[in-house]
């Protein structure tokens, strides 16, 4: 508890954390609630108002070119992105880490083949190998969180890879070996805790990549797709030259928005790394 503490007053005493973890939860707020709140409708046509209508005190961010909503469409689009974004995170590190912990400690054959493994992951574009895979298997919530997470895991695996190497001979793993511990149980309470620092730095490089990653997909058209909206698929709408010159509110939003977010995540995510691991010492604010 007193580990935890400390850690959350370091984060605290970093202002720029502070203001990107207030942006981060008030998106996250924001496209939980808002829909249910304000009635937003993402699919609705509004004929009255018509297509590409201009922003107005009914439709803050005007219609799009079937007459729905823009900012309805903005928020609950952005309920995908994080949840891709998030949950191929979550998916990286719940095979990565394992992982990277097994061919670190273990060696042998364990290191040879998970390694091997990973450098056959890398040896490809990660965004062209997504994209034939996304489309092959279907191009659904689900599946891309699947691919994304599932193709991601290498560099969280190389990252505990080589933190375990530098901890495994260490003296306290050293005693705790000979007093007859088991792998796992010296996994679990002994190696993760001395190696998890750097992986929350990659945890929030890791979200950032798959919004971006959904985003890429979704504006080429082979990611999510109407009338499901995402904040990739609203920027879609710019390959059109009418709509990047004439009409900004369109697709300049779901871009801002993107970019702020990943900013947010890669600053929180180095932000966590030096506030769990001393050895970085004490960040300039």
């Known amino acids: 508890m007193g580990g935890g503490k400390r850690v959350w007053r370091r984060l605290r005493s970093d202002r720029r954390a502070v203001v990107c973890m207030v942006i981060l939860a008030v998106e996250v707020l924001g496209v939980l609630l808002l829909p249910p709140l304000l009635g937003l409708e993402p699919n609705v046509t509004d004929r009255a108002a018509g297509f590409w209508a201009a922003p107005s005190a009914e439709h803050w961010l005007g219609t799009d070119d079937v007459g729905r909503d823009v900012l309805a469409r903005l928020i609950c689009g952005g309920r995908i992105s994080l949840l891709v974004g998030f949950a191929s995170a979550a998916i990286n590190l719940a095979v990565g880490v394992p992982l990277g912990l097994l061919a670190g400690y273990r060696r042998g054959k364990w290191e040879f083949w998970i390694m091997r493994l990973a450098d056959v992951f890398q040896s490809f574009p ?37 933190n375990v190497l530098s901890v495994r001979e260490k003296e306290y793993i050293l005693a705790v070996r000979a007093l007859g511990a088991r792998t796992g149980t010296i996994l679990v309470r002994n190696v993760l805790p001395n190696v998890v620092a750097p992986v929350w730095a990659a945890l929030g490089q890791r979200v950032g990549r798959a919004i971006l990653s959904e985003s890429s997909l979704s504006f080429l058209g082979v990611g999510i797709r109407a009338p499901q909206a995402s904040w990739g698929n609203l920027m879609q709408s710019a390959t059109s030259l009418a709509v990047l010159t004439g009409r900004p509110w369109v697709w300049l939003p779901p871009g801002l928005l993107i970019i702020l977010t990943v900013v947010c995540l890669q600053i929180l995510g180095n932000a966590l790394r030096d506030a769990m691991d001393p050895r970085w010492g004490t960040r300039g604010n």
């Open 126 to 162: 990660s965004i062209v190998l997504i994209l034939c895979l996304v489309t092959l298997v279907g191009a659904s919530v689900l599946n891309l969180v699947l691919v994304i997470g599932l193709l991601g895991w290498p560099g969280i695996a190389r990252l505990v890879y080589g």
